[in-house]
């Protein structure tokens, strides 16, 4: 125990030291996770969710009843719909994205909870925080694949759901939050291709942002940890031999940077004091340098440094 404190403190600089008196003031909707693995779900089912619907509603009709249900840019065949609740009013969409149908519903509650009785008993359920939002991934046995996301600022719970892998369904629940105004992925302002993922990793829940830029694909993950250990976990993904291998700082975290001669490379650091680990991927044009700045330019602490 003591080899562990003398590890957090060695980690901790001393202006945060200073500030650690200081509240904090939390940056809003920053992608730190704080996850669970939940076994089972209970999905509220039955009266409360049986509903009626009405086709002739409008974006405008729902906007007017608090539900703003803004879509993908290429979703297509569109129709909005009221759920009539057995306390009240919902909102529903139901659109089309290539060949994958979504039904998108949102509903006032005073405390999160699950929306839509289509995803059956038993399904394999992630859970974890960014920011402000409380979010849940789904998958049942019938391929159904769902995310539901609360936000207690308006007391919305809003849930999506498809019959897709949950890569395409997490992609499509962050191009509605990034409308929304609410991104959870971590990416430069010129990046391309950019998509959110959810996942276990050797007992950890990870999350990642994948993106393009310049033809070179990005990866970077995060996912905590109660381990406290200098030789800490590699969430990368990343496999082999690297004829590279050096340190640096990211931020005031100790960094471990790997690269191969054929250009795939990945940073590794452990903010110690929050328990999170972090890597970045690059699958070409690695090299320490490039590493080292996409890794600090996408670091947001989770205690500020100032």
């Avoid at 529903?92 to 006032?108: C, N, P, R």
């Avoid at 970077?220 to 990343?238: N, P």
């Avoid at 340190?247 to 690269?259: E, L, P, R």
Wanted: some cysteine; charged content about 20%; glycine content about 6%.
């Amino acid at each position: 125990m003591s080899d562990k404190f003398r590890l957090v403190m060695n980690a901790v600089d001393d202006d945060l030291l200073e500030e650690a008196f200081v509240p904090v003031k939390r940056k809003n909707l920053r992608p730190w996770i704080s996850v669970a693995i939940a076994a089972c779900l209970m999905l509220v089912l039955g009266a409360n969710f049986a509903h009626s619907r009405n086709s002739a509603v409008t974006f405008a009709d729902l906007s007017n009843m608090g539900y703003v249900m803004k879509l993908p840019e290429d979703a297509e065949r569109i129709q909005y719909e009221i759920m009539s609740l057995s306390d009240g009013e919902g909102a529903q969409a139901s659109f089309w994205i290539g060949d994958t149908e979504y039904l998108y519903q949102a509903v006032k509650t005073s405390e999160q909870q699950m929306l839509s009785d289509s995803v059956k008993a038993e399904p394999n359920v992630l859970t974890w925080n960014s920011g402000n939002l409380d979010i849940q991934l789904l998958s049942s046995s019938s391929g159904n694949t769902s995310v539901t996301w609360y936000i207690p600022d308006d007391q919305t719970q809003w849930y999506l759901t498809a019959q897709a892998d949950a890569l395409e369904v997490l992609t499509t629940a962050s191009q509605i939050l990034r409308a929304t105004g609410l991104d959870v992925t971590v990416a430069p302002e010129n990046a391309e291709n950019i998509t959110y993922n959810a996942f276990l990793l050797d007992g950890l829940t990870v999350a990642e942002t994948t993106f393009r830029i310049d033809g070179i694909t990005y990866a970077y993950r995060m996912g905590s940890t109660m381990e406290l250990q200098e030789d800490f976990a590699d969430i990368s993904g990343l496999e082999g031999s690297f004829d590279w291998v050096s340190a640096g700082d990211v931020y005031w975290c100790n960094a471990k940077i790997s690269v191969s001669i054929d250009g795939r490379g990945k940073i590794l650091w452990f903010d110690l004091v929050p328990g999170i680990l972090y890597s970045l991927t690059m699958d070409s044009g690695a090299n320490e340098e490039t590493l080292l700045d996409m890794a600090n330019s996408l670091f947001e602490p989770a205690q500020d440094n100032n």
